[in-house]
């Protein structure tokens, strides 16, 4: 269960428990703060990046996931 705006407590993690959910995902990486500079995540494998479809850093978005990957 991913929490609505990343804002989850031990409230959330009961009640998420209740209602079938496994765990509480959020994120490494938040890119719709749209902060200037914007920032350039350096993910590593199992990192989450929060994304939205517009903003500032969506010049940024297409070389970010197009970018070749190393394997593993």
Known sequence: MRPPYGAYDDTTR??????GAEA???W??????WTDPVPVPR??????VLCAST????GI???FWTRPRRPG
Do not use: E, H
Not at 14 to 19: D, I, P, S, V, Y
Not at 43 to 48: Q, T
């Open 14 to 19: 009961t009640t998420a428990r209740a209602c």
């Open 43 to 48: 993910p590593k494998p199992g990192d989450i």
């Open 55 to 58: 903003g500032p850093w969506s």
């Open 24 to 26: 509480v995902v959020t």
């Open 28 to 33: 490494t990486y938040d890119l719709t703060t």
């Open 61 to 63: 978005r297409a070389g």
